[in-house]
């Protein structure tokens, strides 16, 4: 079945670092491909997403790209900040289904230290 | 703007003892889920509904009923809890489409069985 696999945390960084969370899916068809955020406490919410390949998801900073040749769907963001400090969760929708289901990944939590 | 609501927020439960979570929407969405959240496996969806009246199972029914009687509320029961239930619980909803519109998530339900 449908699965996606993303690298594990904690993913540890300081202010204004580089930031890379890999996330790579296995699907039939041709899924969109979201990522989602949770900050503390708080319910998920949609960061970006890509619907078909060389799809370039991005917002607050943070971009991914949709690459059905490697299947992959990696989060970057060129300066981090403390704020940013929250679990990502990369996620799968089946394509053309009637029902919007999404399949999630473990999670990376980012720790951002100032 | 409340979007999506969920109650309780926090449960204690003992073993063998039923409750219901709540879940309401006023976004006037077709789809609503529920899922789990557990370390280390992200989140799992335990069952959904496509509209008013019609619910399906998900990858983890299993000790778990729905039920979806007004379009904007989608209810969870737990008939006879038990421990490998404790879990955080989200419920999310989001307008029909084919698999690349965006799911809105309540701030979770922490339940603990003991």
């Known amino acids: 079945g449908d699965s996606v696999t993303q690298m594990e945390g904690p993913v540890t960084l300081s202010e204004e670092a580089f930031l890379t969370i890999n996330c790579t899916y296995t699907?039939?068809?041709?899924?969109?491909l979201f990522w989602y955020v949770q900050y503390p406490g708080e319910g998920l919410q949609l960061l970006l997403k890509?619907?078909?390949?060389?799809d370039k998801g991005s917002n607050k900073g943070f971009e991914a790209t949709y690459r059905k040749e490697t299947t992959s769907f990696h989060l970057e963001k060129g300066s981090v900040q403390v704020s940013d400090s929250a679990v990502y969760f990369c996620?799968?929708?089946?394509?053309?289904?009637?029902?919007?289901?999404?399949?999630f990944g473990t999670g990376t939590l980012l720790a951002v230290q100032p | 703007n409340a979007g999506v609501t969920q109650t309780p927020k926090f449960r204690v439960l003992k073993t063998g003892q039923s409750m219901t979570l709540l879940c309401a929407q006023d976004?006037?969405?077709?789809?609503m889920y529920w899922y789990r959240q557990d370390p280390g496996m992200g989140l799992r969806l335990i069952h959904y509904?496509?509209?008013?009246?019609?619910?399906a199972k998900g990858e983890v029914p299993d000790g778990y009923n729905v039920s979806r009687l007004k379009k904007q509320n989608f209810l969870l029961g737990l008939e006879s809890a038990a421990p490998s239930q404790t879990s955080v619980y989200f419920c999310?909803?989001?307008?029909?489409?084919?698999?690349?519109?965006?799911?809105?998530f309540g701030q979770g339900t922490r339940l603990t069985v003991v």
């Open positions: 509904s496509v509209g008013e009246g019609t619910t």
């Open positions: 999310a909803s989001s307008y029909a489409g084919q698999g690349n519109t965006e799911a809105f």
């Open positions: 996620a799968l929708s089946d394509y053309g289904g009637a029902t919007n289901k999404l399949i």
């Open positions: 699907a039939t068809g041709y899924p969109s």
């Open positions: 890509a619907t078909k390949a060389d």
């Open positions: 976004m006037n969405h077709e789809y």
